[in-house]
């Protein structure tokens, strides 16, 4: 005889009809509800449980429509649909809510137990189903449970010991049988715990929950673990309420409970054996709360508080048997280490700031660089959360930045640290530097840049005082705000640059302190590397403003006293002497820079500028740096004694100077040189005006070259570089053709064509046809010496077989003249590649020239000694082998044509030297064939034509007359280069002003 079958809540439910029947407004509205409720934007959710509530309010809805709809909620919780479950749990809390807390219904027939009965009914699969609905359903009861739980019907508005039972079995059953829902069950009831108070209600609520754990095994695991701090933070739970049998002391946190904990955190199980959770790709959220509670613990406890060390002794204890050797040791899984990664992530933007040490142990800094060494490491990415969490604690407390460079770089002798981890977590960390905490960085970086303290070889002291100097040039990079409010530079901006600076060019101190002493000594290629990182600062300092620059921190170095302080090399008492008194003129420079205004102050802080440039320059052991010296400590003299008076001389010295940093590959110097060439640039007459224009006109050859630098090239690119990124060099590139072709090209088209390379010259590159030419005639020689033929040639059908070979008397005759002939051979070659050395050599000084050029031309465009510099660059268009060099003066001419416009043009002092410049535009016009030329000739005489008109207007015939003689001339020949664009362009020009 069959069992006989148990009524269920489920029967009780009012049944659905048997027939058909229309669906009415409201269960069209409902089903839209319901349909609402599984959508994945939360706010939809949220605004269609509203609505829910609203449809099943009394008198318009009765207990068994709510009844109807409870059942609806269930079953929706077990839906995989969308975001269904969500948003569910959201309408069923709430509506629980207002039957039986707020407001309440008192005829409602169904009890608390009831709804649990039905919960419990309505999440059991029927009959034989997948593996994933299961899952569902099983999903849909922990959501069942924390409704009933979040809901409070449970506590108001009395506690209902049995019910809270009845769900705190259900949660912990799931938890014991199902392992991977074991912390999605476990986390509802730590929130519970966490929303408890200290009375006697939540000390009841605490003791069913631990119980509940407890009857269930689950008492060990992580998260009741977590729950059971809570209750111990949060309740007045007596002592004897808390499981004896589960912690020493009934404590998770004693001392003597620690070794459990490890096992725990590492197996999910307190007898050290891998349970099912062992597949969890997620770190268990109880650890941050264990941690949390045992620094809180500190922190508040009477017994070990954090100003003690034995506090911070014993949580480093703990990080240790905890996290470091438990989860980052050597025979820990990778799993294991993910979870440790996560667990370390988590809790770095919560501890205080003494904590962070015990945090990043020593086996996890060691696992971290390993794993962010490789991208083929399983960790790779995981590993990159705890730097994503050290960027997060900086940015929200950036006096920790000291703290975490210290960590990162040196405790584990790693200052190439974003390298080693393929990050920017260092260049992110310094970036985020407060201003208060920068002089303390600095101070941190050179005390590891003097004393690395590695017992290593030498080499590897090298490359690692490069990596350190590089985070002076990434401090400098990062933090723009170099000026105070007083214009001076910053604090941390000196030390940096005094500190780099007494690094590249002094030795210690006779009564220097031991730890001011580096150790190792700085070799002679070390210090080459901080001067090139000093380069870098500085450069970079310009750049961003020019006028925060004035070299300051070379008062560190002045030599005061060799004896106390010497120079890292030999200097005779002559140099001596000029140094210290270069020192004086700057004091002198800086008191009268402070007392000028205007245009006489410019030029003083150009002129300290670039006397404290010439001084580095002598420190730096440059071959002209003493001349140059001398040379500008006697300008000054002049200039100090004769203020407003004639400083003609004078200025065209600093010109000269200028000029010749400009002949190095030197970003710094190129930067330095533009802006007190700036400055000067009022003050310039015509005499230094001509020092550019013999630059321009100089050919781009071996022979130009001797010409300009007096049969010496060496200044012009044999510089130091060194092996490190681009931003920190001081070498300069050279810029190429992109970054003006593509505007000088469409600027130069006329009539609709464009500018082709072949138009740029007709300067015919004969040197590597010479160069071809010798070397074959050698070959010949070669040919005859040997008595064979030279390649291609074809053997004559008279001549005898070479079939036998040479004797050795015969090869050693032949000796001298194969040894004369490879000696010639090897200068040939060697004499093409100075030609084509000095032509990039040329090309590249020519470039800085254009600069200089440029600067006068934007600053000084009204000025009529702009227009000498008209033929010169016309000609440099036309002649210029490089491309990007006449596409540069192309674009110089366009501008300085383009910014003198009405006021702003030119008044000549000399008419005649104007006529004859409008003339020598003309009579060149037709030298060169390139497209890019005509256009600049005909937008040159155009604009020297709008200056005369400008002064006279009867000055328009002799203009139109000069234009007629050029197109007659024009007319003539059929072999005439002038372009028509010119006359089409003065036409235009004359019938636009025309009256």
Not at 439 to 455: A, H, Y
Not at 625 to 650: F, V
Request: aromatic letters at 6%; one cysteine or more.
């Amino acid at each position: 005889m069959g069992r006989k079958r148990r009524h269920t809540l489920v029967e009780s439910l009012p049944e659905r009809p048997s027939k058909r029947r229309d669906f009415s407004e409201q269960d069209k509205v409902l089903a839209k509800i319901y349909d609402n409720l599984a959508d994945e934007v939360n706010v939809v959710r949220i605004q269609a449980a509203k609505s829910l509530l609203q449809q099943l309010q009394p008198p318009t809805s009765s207990a068994e429509d709510i009844q109807k709809a409870l059942g609806r909620l269930i079953r929706g919780l077990c839906s995989g649909r969308k975001a269904a479950r969500a948003g569910f749990f959201t309408a069923l809390t709430e509506l629980l809510r207002h039957i039986y807390v707020d407001p309440g219904i008192a005829s409602f027939p169904l009890t608390i137990k009831d709804i649990i009965k039905l919960g419990t009914e309505l999440t059991q699969p029927e009959g034989k189903v997948s593996g994933q609905e299961k899952r569902d359903y099983i999903l849909g009861r922990v959501a069942g449970c924390s409704a009933i739980i979040e809901s409070s019907i449970l506590v108001r508005p009395r506690i209902a010991v049995k019910e809270w039972t009845k769900v705190l079995d259900l949660l912990c059953k799931i938890a014991r049988d199902k392992d991977w829902i074991r912390e999605a069950c476990l986390k509802v009831l730590y929130d519970t715990a966490c929303t408890l108070a200290a009375d006697e209600n939540s000390s009841k609520i605490g003791a069913l929950i631990l119980e509940s754990l407890d009857k269930h095994n689950r008492i060990n695991c992580p998260e009741a673990i977590a729950i059971w701090l809570a209750l111990q933070d949060r309740t007045n739970m007596a002592w004897t309420d808390y499981p004896g049998s589960a912690w020493y002391g009934r404590d998770p946190l004693h001392r003597k409970n620690w070794s459990t904990l490890a096992k725990i955190a590492k197996y999910n199980s307190a007898d050290g054996t891998v349970k099912g959770g062992s597949s969890q790709p997620k770190a268990s959220f109880a650890w941050d709360v264990v941690i949390m509670a045992y620094l809180k613990r500190l922190e508040t406890g009477d017994k070990m508080p954090p100003s003690r060390s034995p506090a911070r002794t014993d949580f480093s204890e703990f990080c240790i048997k905890l996290i470091d050797d438990n989860l980052f040791g050597d025979a820990t899984t990778t799993e294991r280490k993910s979870w440790g990664f996560q667990i370390v992530s988590h809790i770095i933007p919560k501890v205080p700031d003494w904590a962070l040490e015990y945090i990043l142990g020593r086996n996890f800094m060691q696992t971290l660089l390993n794993q962010r060494a490789d991208t083929e490491r399983l960790l790779h990415v995981a590993a990159e959360r705890p730097l994503e969490a050290i960027k997060s604690r900086v940015k929200a407390d950036p006096s920790t930045a000291p703290f975490f460079l210290q960590r990162l770089l040196f405790e584990w002798e790693s200052p190439n640290f974003d390298q080693r981890t393929k990050s920017r977590i260092v260049e992110d960390i310094i970036s985020l530097t407060s201003e208060d905490s920068l002089i303390t960085v600095s101070e941190m970086f050179f005390k590891r840049l003097s004393r690395p303290d590695l017992q290593v070889n030498i080499e590897f002291v090298e490359t690692y005082r490069q990596h350190v100097a590089d985070k002076f040039v990434a401090l400098i990079r990062n933090h723009t705000n170099y000026l105070t409010e007083q214009n001076q530079l910053q604090g941390w901006v000196m030390f940096v640059l005094a500190t780099l600076a007494r690094a590249a060019f002094l030795s210690p101190r006779d009564d220097a302190n031991e730890e001011d002493i580096p150790e190792p000594p700085f070799t002679d290629a070390t210090r080459v590397m901080i001067k090139t990182r000093l380069n870098g600062c500085m450069n970079k300092i310009m750049t961003s403003n020019p006028t925060a620059m004035n070299l300051c921190a070379l008062t560190d170095v002045e030599p005061k006293g060799i004896e106390k302080s010497p120079l890292c090399f030999e200097v005779d008492s002559d140099l001596e002497d000029d140094l210290r008194e270069a020192f004086g003129n700057l004091k002198q420079i800086r008191k009268e820079s402070a007392r000028s205004k205007g245009q006489r102050r410019e030029v003083l802080q150009s002129f300290e500028l670039l006397l404290s440039l010439t001084i580095k320059q002598v420190l730096e052991r440059e071959e002209e740096a003493p001349s140059l010296l001398s040379d500008l400590r006697q300008c000054w003299s002049k200039l100090s004694k004769n203020e407003g008076g004639d400083n003609s001389q004078e200025f065209l010295l600093l010109v000269e100077v200028l000029l010749g940093y400009l002949s190095k590959q030197s970003a710094l110097l190129r930067k330095i040189s533009e802006t007190v060439f700036e400055s000067l640039a009022p003050h310039l007459h015509e005499e230094c005006l001509q020092s550019l224009i013999e630059i321009l006109e100089k050919p781009e050859s071996l022979a130009g070259q001797q010409q300009l630098f007096d049969d010496n090239a060496d200044g012009l690119g044999n510089q130091e570089s060194s092996p490190d990124s681009s931003d920190m060099s001081d070498v300069e590139v050279v810029d190429g053709p992109e970054d003006l072709g593509e505007a000088a090209a469409e600027d130069a088209e006329v009539d609709g064509s464009s500018v082709n390379d072949s138009d740029l010259s007709d300067v015919e590159m004969g040197d590597d046809g010479v160069d071809e030419e010798e070397l074959l005639k050698l070959d010949a020689v070669l040919a005859k010496t040997l008595g064979t033929m030279m390649p291609g040639e074809q053997a004559d059908a008279d001549s005898e077989s070479d079939d036998e070979d040479m004797d050795d008397d015969q090869m050693m005759a032949l000796e001298p003249a194969l040894a004369k002939i490879f000696k010639e051979r090897r200068d040939a070659t060697s004499k093409k590649q100075d030609r084509k050395e000095a032509k990039e050599r040329m090309i590249n000084f020519k470039n800085r020239a254009l600069d200089l050029v440029a600067i006068y031309t934007k600053k000084e465009h009204a000025n009529p000694l702009a227009l000498g510099l008209i033929l010169p660059l016309l000609d440099l268009i036309g002649s210029s082998s490089s491309q990007q060099l006449a596409e540069k003066a192309f674009k110089i001419l366009k501008t300085y044509f383009d910014s003198c416009k009405g006021k702003d043009l030119p008044v000549p002092t000399d008419m005649e030297a104007a006529w004859a410049l409008l003339e020598g535009i003309h009579d060149s016009a037709g030298r060169y064939p390139a497209k890019m030329y005509g256009s600049a000739c005909s937008r040159a005489s155009l604009f020297v034509a709008k200056v005369l008109v400008a002064l006279d207007e009867d000055n328009y015939d002799r203009v139109a007359d000069i234009y007629g003689n050029t197109q007659k001339q024009w007319h003539r020949s059929k072999d005439s280069k002038v372009q028509t664009a010119m006359f089409i362009e003065w036409i235009s020009w004359s019938s636009n002003t025309r009256r």
